[in-house]
T-cell receptor, first 115, second 113 residues
């Protein structure tokens, strides 16, 4: 079984709709991240959380919100989707053991299309 | 702030050719450096890492050496295979940023038989 899972894997929606992307992990890691990937732009950090009570904005948080429901779950919401939010979204985790090394563990991604 | 600059792609090679993907970085402290690989339809996975100057990371025939004097971490492989076709990301993480990573834009490698 995958250590970091994301649902849904693919989603097509319309402008103005509310969308939630979910991430779950069985690695027991404290830290979780949401990124978006666009062609030629690499990975850009949307939000990150270092524990259940800690939420931080990344470099491109506008138009997104997150919820850390439990250590193992970190959800990303688009309150009113717009076409330029069409992208591949990744969840990632890391833990304090590897904190100084900075290694992150990624989910398989969610491909979101906003029409 | 921190930044990572990767060689622009795409890169197309024939099987058994030598591969180099350049990566340079800017950081305020002493970062750890990483190469991640993303196969089609999958998430990123760690390929190799180095945590201090002159360390060499290696895995699956790939190597990269942490060069502090040139702020570089170039990825190399002596003989690529078709199965190496993927997107490669260089990344850094600084302890002062407590686990946040900075990624390059990615380099797409296609290996032809």
């Amino acid at each position: 079984d995958a250590d970091v899972t994301q649902t849904p894997r693919n989603r097509i929606t319309k402008t103005g709709k509310r969308i939630m992307l979910e991430c779950s992990q069985t690695k027991g890691h404290d830290r979780m991240y949401w990124y978006r990937q666009d062609p030629g732009l690499g990975l850009r950090l949307i939000y990150y959380s270092f524990d259940v009570k800690d939420i931080n904005k990344g470099e491109i948080s506008d138009g997104y919100s997150v919820s850390r429901q439990a250590q193992a779950k970190f959800s990303l919401s688009l309150e009113s989707a717009i076409p330029n939010q069409t992208a591949l979204y990744f969840c990632a985790t890391s833990d304090q053991t590897s904190r100084l090394l900075g290694e992150q563990f990624f989910g398989p991604g969610t491909r979101l299309t906003v029409l | 702030g921190d930044s990572v600059t990767q060689m622009e792609g795409p890169v197309t090679l024939s099987e058994e050719a030598f591969l180099t993907i350049n990566c340079t970085y800017t950081a305020t402290g002493y970062p750890s450096l990483f190469w991640y690989v993303q196969y089609p339809g999958e998430g990123l996975q760690l390929l190799l890492k180095a945590t201090k100057a002159d360390d060499k990371g290696s895995n699956k025939g790939f190597e990269a050496t942490y060069r502090k004097e040139t702020t570089s971490f170039h990825l190399e492989k002596g003989s690529v295979q078709v199965s190496d076709s993927a997107v490669y990301f260089c990344a850094l993480s600084e302890g002062t940023n407590a686990g946040k990573s900075t990624f390059g834009d990615g380099t797409t490698l296609t290996v032809k038989p």
